[in-house]
């Protein structure tokens, strides 16, 4: 099982390739990708030196393409397929049916991998993307049940990758327009969700108020440790609740170490770490607890048990310092 | 540019969703969309139910198409879907990659609802190369965006829809939301949803409508309403102009867009257009 790990720049692929990551994902330093963020993300020289240092020592480098090319801006998205191509990444992550296209009829060679954005959740629509374009995995969205997973998995053309851990996304990924219907920018499009220039926090007397393109997403108290503002996870009112609740999901973080063996046994390939936007600390923090969990299992699948101190220690990165299952858990959907 | 009116997103009681084709059977509208987009476990109409309503409307001389889920996660809910494809009658209106796929494989002709991510022309002539007649634009998408599409020579002979009015469909999950404000499981959530059919309106501490909860679906608070465009839309050569219903209303409105004239434009605070006009969804910029 594939430790999947996050690097937004070259501080955190050398953490994550010293942690114990067997592969990599990164962005190119513009919106092909979905965590577009200034400051953020590899340019083509730097690309490549990710590259030959990731092939150095001996693990696999996957480059993220998964926005969805814009009308006469389309061949920025086909000159990345053909860089990734030249530089010899391992795999492209896509979510564009036109760029799934382009690069498997130029680079059949070149593995592809079904982004998480591309919303594929059952096997119709993995076989689909599997005979057209020889998809080699797929990413599956945080829809699925551990027992859907399981289900699928054991029916699925082409090998399953999922989310084990970080900022937990709650909508079914790649459609979700509520970062485009307050500000106007989607991760779809402009390469982000809830782009930090739209953010502003205010102090009122004790209270913060968290605002996105003036729209107030959440009111707290000044010491209250807070998530990065998403539309998903801020406090609203309704008929329900007159004061302010979280009404679609409180600010927490997704952590699957509990499900490892279920994951291990539906034969899902490769366990995926969120977080490109995240520091090299995360990065590294992540990638060693999860590194040592996998181990354990593996050295001994019927004794493995989460240990405490892994928790604690994803907890002290986690987004909201709560975590959950989402919606692997029955009872979370 | 033609009227057509989208699938009902909300769970209303059958008596109800009967009455509310009958109207719609009574009206001018030529295409009219109907089937389940959000839920699975909402039994209100069945396959049945849905497909004798269809005759009824097709009986009438209108354009009939059955829509399906946004979201399949349950690993049987395909069977149903393949039921749906199989229909024998109607094309299939595919918001999951997953129908797109039944209906390739069963090689029928489909339209893509506004959930397929269609946002280039490679990706579109590629679908019609598979079988799709038609596709909804995903509702984030400008006039901008939509104009390259259409103009583009190489553009292949598919028609094109625009989401023009109603609340639109903003993200689907796996968890229930209904469920959630009711605090219900999912799997013993009654169909509570029954009760909100318009949604459950969702506001800011600030008091600012903002989401519309239905079910696995989050809705927009405010209604699109791109009325102002519409001789735009005409001349672009958009062929259907799409209202998605929340209320019998909403059928006479669409009604009256047959003979569209300038007192069908109507522009509120309730009502937004920022998407067409580049900017965000919930704007309402008045030209």
């Given at each position: 099982?594939?430790?999947?790990?996050?690097?937004?720049?070259?501080?955190?692929?050398?953490?994550?390739?010293?942690?114990?990551?067997?592969?990599?994902?990164?962005?190119?330093?513009?919106?092909?990708?979905?965590?577009?963020?200034?400051?953020?993300?590899?340019?083509?020289?730097?690309?490549?030196?990710?590259?030959?240092?990731?092939?150095?020592?001996?693990?696999?480098?996957?480059?993220?393409?998964?926005?969805?090319?814009?009308?006469?801006?389309?061949?920025?998205?086909?000159?990345?397929?053909?860089?990734?191509?030249?530089?010899?990444?391992?795999?492209?992550?896509?979510?564009?049916?036109?760029?799934?296209?382009?690069?498997?009829?130029?680079?059949?060679?070149?593995?592809?991998?079904?982004?998480?954005?591309?919303?594929?959740?059952?096997?119709?629509?993995?076989?689909?993307?599997?005979?057209?374009?020889?998809?080699?995995?797929?990413?599956?969205?945080?829809?699925?049940?551990?027992?859907?997973?399981?289900?699928?998995?054991?029916?699925?053309?082409?090998?399953?990758?999922?989310?084990?851990?970080?900022?937990?996304?709650?909508?079914?990924?790649?459609?979700?327009?509520?970062?485009?219907?307050?500000?106007?920018?989607?991760?779809?499009?402009?390469?982000?969700?809830?782009?930090?220039?739209?953010?502003?926090?205010?102090?009122?007397?004790?209270?913060?108020?968290?605002?996105?393109?003036?729209?107030?997403?959440?009111?707290?108290?000044?010491?209250e440790q807070m998530g990065y503002p998403v539309?998903?996870?801020?406090?609203?009112?309704?008929?329900?609740?007159?004061?302010?609740?979280?009404?679609?999901?409180?600010?927490?973080?997704?952590?699957?170490?509990?499900?490892?063996?279920?994951?291990?046994?539906?034969?899902?390939?490769?366990?995926?770490?969120?977080?490109?936007?995240?520091?090299?600390?995360?990065?590294?923090?992540?990638?060693?607890?999860?590194?040592?969990?996998?181990?354990?299992?593996?050295?001994?699948?019927?004794?493995?048990?989460?240990?405490?101190?892994?928790?604690?220690?994803?907890?002290?990165?986690?987004?909201?310092?709560?975590?959950?299952?989402?919606?692997?858990?029955?009872?979370?959907? | 540019?033609?009227?057509?009116?989208?699938?009902?997103?909300?769970?209303?009681?059958?008596?109800?969703?009967?009455?509310?084709?009958?109207?719609?059977?009574?009206?001018?509208?030529?295409?009219?969309?109907?089937?389940?987009?959000?839920?699975?476990?909402?039994?209100?109409?069945?396959?049945?139910?849905?497909?004798?309503?269809?005759?009824?409307?097709?009986?009438?001389?209108?354009?009939?198409?059955?829509?399906?889920?946004?979201?399949?996660?349950?690993?049987?809910?395909?069977?149903?879907?393949?039921?749906?494809?199989?229909?024998?009658?109607?094309?299939?209106?595919?918001?999951?990659?997953?129908?797109?796929?039944?209906?390739?494989?069963?090689?029928?002709?489909?339209?893509?609802?506004?959930?397929?991510?269609?946002?280039?022309?490679?990706?579109l002539n590629k679908l019609h190369s598979w079988?799709?007649?038609?596709?909804?634009?995903?509702?984030?998408?400008?006039?901008?965006?939509?104009?390259?599409?259409?103009?583009?020579?190489?553009?292949?002979?598919?028609?094109?829809?625009?989401?023009?009015?109603?609340?639109?469909?903003?993200?689907?999950?796996?968890?229930?939301?209904?469920?959630?404000?009711?605090?219900?499981?999912?799997?013993?959530?009654?169909?509570?949803?029954?009760?909100?059919?318009?949604?459950?309106?969702?506001?800011?501490?600030?008091?600012?409508?903002?989401?519309?909860?239905?079910?696995?679906?989050?809705?927009?608070?405010?209604?699109?309403?791109?009325?102002?465009?519409?001789?735009?839309?005409?001349?672009?050569?958009?062929?259907?102009?799409?209202?998605?219903?929340?209320?019998?209303?909403?059928?006479?409105?669409?009604?009256?867009?047959?003979?569209?004239?300038?007192?069908?434009?109507?522009?509120?605070?309730?009502?937004?257009?920022?998407?067409?006009?580049?900017?965000?969804?919930?704007?309402?910029?008045?030209?």
């Amino acid at each position: 099982m594939e430790l999947l790990c996050p690097a937004g720049n070259i501080a955190s692929l050398k953490v994550a390739l010293n942690a114990g990551a067997d592969a990599i994902y990164l962005g190119l330093k513009d919106d092909t990708n979905a965590r577009s963020f200034a400051g953020l993300n590899f340019s083509p020289k730097k690309l490549q030196q990710a590259v030959e240092y990731t092939k150095h020592a001996g693990k696999k480098i996957y480059l993220t393409l998964n926005t969805f090319a814009r009308p006469s801006e389309e061949h920025r998205w086909y000159q990345a397929i053909d860089m990734a191509a030249d530089l010899g990444v391992d795999a492209l992550i896509v979510a564009d049916i036109s760029l799934l296209d382009y690069a498997h009829s130029r680079y059949p060679w070149l593995d592809l991998h079904l982004s998480v954005q591309a919303s594929a959740s059952n096997l119709a629509a993995l076989t689909l993307y599997q005979q057209e374009f020889d998809i080699k995995r797929a990413v599956l969205p945080r829809v699925l049940t551990i027992k859907q997973i399981n289900t699928l998995a054991k029916v699925s053309p082409v090998d399953l990758e999922v989310f084990a851990f970080g900022s937990l996304c709650i909508m079914a990924e790649g459609r979700c327009h509520l970062s485009s219907y307050v500000t106007g920018q989607s991760p779809n499009t402009g390469g982000s969700c809830s782009p930090a220039k739209f953010v502003r926090w205010q102090e009122q007397g004790n209270r913060r108020l968290t605002r996105l393109n003036d729209v107030l997403l959440d009111q707290s108290s000044l010491d209250e440790q807070m998530g990065y503002p998403v539309v998903c996870k801020g406090r609203y009112l309704n008929e329900f609740n007159q004061v302010g609740q979280h009404a679609l999901e409180a600010p927490t973080s997704l952590n699957t170490l509990s499900l490892l063996p279920q994951l291990a046994q539906a034969g899902i390939v490769s366990l995926k770490i969120e977080g490109r936007q995240r520091s090299p600390a995360y990065v590294e923090q992540v990638t060693k607890i999860w590194r040592q969990a996998i181990d354990t299992y593996l050295e001994n699948p019927t004794l493995y048990q989460v240990k405490e101190q892994w928790n604690q220690g994803l907890a002290k990165v986690s987004e909201g310092q709560v975590t959950t299952l989402g919606a692997y858990e029955r009872d979370w959907q | 540019m033609q009227i057509s009116l989208g699938p009902l997103a909300y769970c209303w009681p059958k008596a109800e969703v009967e009455a509310f084709y009958q109207q719609v059977a009574n009206s001018e509208i030529p295409l009219v969309y109907l089937g389940e987009t959000v839920c699975s476990r909402r039994r209100e109409i069945k396959f049945a139910d849905y497909m004798a309503i269809g005759k009824m409307l097709s009986a009438t001389g209108k354009q009939v198409v059955l829509s399906s889920l946004a979201l399949i996660d349950e690993p049987s809910i395909i069977n149903e879907l393949k039921k749906l494809v199989d229909n024998g009658e109607f094309m299939i209106e595919a918001n999951d990659m997953g129908v797109v796929a039944l209906a390739k494989q069963a090689k029928l002709p489909f339209i893509c609802g506004p959930t397929i991510n269609n946002y280039n022309l490679a990706t579109l002539n590629k679908l019609h190369s598979w079988g799709m007649q038609r596709f909804v634009m995903p509702i984030e998408l400008s006039q901008d965006w939509l104009q390259q599409i259409i103009s583009d020579p190489k553009k292949a002979d598919f028609e094109v829809e625009v989401f023009a009015r109603g609340y639109m469909p903003l993200a689907h999950s796996a968890r229930c939301f209904t469920a959630k404000q009711l605090k219900l499981t999912k799997d013993n959530c009654d169909t509570a949803c029954i009760n909100y059919p318009k949604g459950i309106l969702t506001q800011t501490l600030e008091q600012q409508e903002l989401l519309r909860i239905n079910g696995i679906q989050t809705q927009s608070a405010k209604y699109i309403d791109l009325s102002q465009h519409y001789l735009q839309m005409q001349q672009m050569g958009i062929d259907y102009f799409r209202v998605s219903p929340f209320s019998s209303a909403c059928v006479n409105y669409a009604n009256s867009l047959v003979d569209f004239n300038q007192t069908n434009i109507e522009t509120n605070n309730l009502s937004c257009n920022g998407y067409w006009l580049n900017q965000a969804g919930m704007q309402q910029i008045n030209s």
